[in-house]
């Protein structure tokens, strides 16, 4: 009987996070984790955690949150923030029981939505000065904001001259999204006027 127990506990594990998460007392700066993260685990309830966690960042600490990653094979969240005690202590009450790595970040959404938005004005005058910008989106880690350009070079030496070296802009290679020449789908589209 002692047997069965045992075997039932360690496939009962297995199926689970992994337990022994480094949890760290938290602190204001650095990496720390919640208590949730040295037991064994399963993805139910993470997602309202995730959800309730972004929308309070985003809605009440807009200065401090910065984004959010799922690490699915962990059974955890990944919250990055710009330090702040008031943030933590939510961070650690909405945890609950779940695993939540909070991590410092460069910049919070809020920072980086400004740049968004000032880069995104700014199109009409980078596509007169011959900069080919695909794409703009802030990192959920709060690095930056990620421009998309055909050239990258071009594009870091004209912006950067324009907004200033410390502008939290990240540049990348990217070619502009070409539509399918053919259609994808084998459904027939709607009749006229449906």
Request: aromatic share 6%; glycine share 10%; with cysteine.
């Amino acid at each position: 009987m002692r047997v069965g127990v045992a075997l039932g506990v360690l496939l009962m594990i297995g199926g689970c996070g992994q337990v022994g998460d480094k949890v760290d007392e938290p602190g204001l700066t650095g990496e720390w984790s919640t208590a949730g993260c040295a037991v064994p685990r399963t993805p139910a309830g993470l997602d309202a955690v995730i959800d309730r966690i972004e929308a309070t960042g985003k809605s009440e600490f807009a200065a401090s949150f910065a984004g959010i990653e799922i690490d699915q094979a962990r059974v955890r969240a990944i919250v990055y923030r710009v330090p702040s005690a008031a943030f933590d202590d939510f961070v650690r009450n909405a945890a609950e029981d779940a695993c939540v790595v909070v991590r410092d970040a460069a910049h919070s959404t809020e920072d980086l939505a400004a740049w968004h938005d000032r880069v995104l004005a700014d199109l009409p005058f980078w596509t007169h000065r011959g900069v080919r910008i695909v794409s703009i989106g802030a990192r959920h880690d709060g690095t930056g904001v990620e421009i998309g350009v055909r050239e990258v070079e071009v594009a870091r030496r004209e912006l950067l001259a324009r907004y200033g070296d410390r502008a939290p802009l990240i540049f990348v290679p990217s070619d502009p999204v070409r539509p399918l020449p053919v259609p994808t789908s084998r459904i027939a589209p709607p009749p006229r006027g449906a």
